[in-house]
């Protein structure tokens, strides 16, 4: 299919994005807590935790994740990268419309 690979990255973008609502929502939280509170694989959990981590949107501290205070800057970045994202979907819905 031509939009698989499109499908499964959005996928796991939006699992991120739920650990990461999650994480603000429960901070401190580690990932036992999360896993349990989102009822998915620890190993998920660590994987979104970790990527969340290395792209500055949250920090580990000996409690559990929690959102960086400067987090803003990062969310700005990301409500403007959906938006974009959501002008490509609308173009491609589109064109399949009229196929």
């Known amino acids: 299919m031509v939009l698989r690979k499109l499908r499964q990255e959005a996928e796991i973008a939006l699992r991120h994005l739920e650990v990461l609502q ?3 929502d429960n901070q401190p939280i580690g990932i036992f807590k999360l896993a349990e509170l989102m009822d998915m694989p620890k190993h998920k959990i660590r994987y979104s935790l970790r990527v969340l981590e290395q792209s500055g949107i949250i920090e580990p501290t000996q ?16 409500k403007r990268e959906i938006k974009e994202i959501k002008e ?5 819905d589109e064109i399949i419309q009229k196929l």
């Open 63 to 78: 409690y559990g994740a929690i959102v960086r205070d400067d987090a803003d800057r990062v969310f700005d970045n990301l």
């Open 88 to 92: 490509y979907v609308d173009r491609m």
């Open 22 to 24: 999650a994480v603000l």
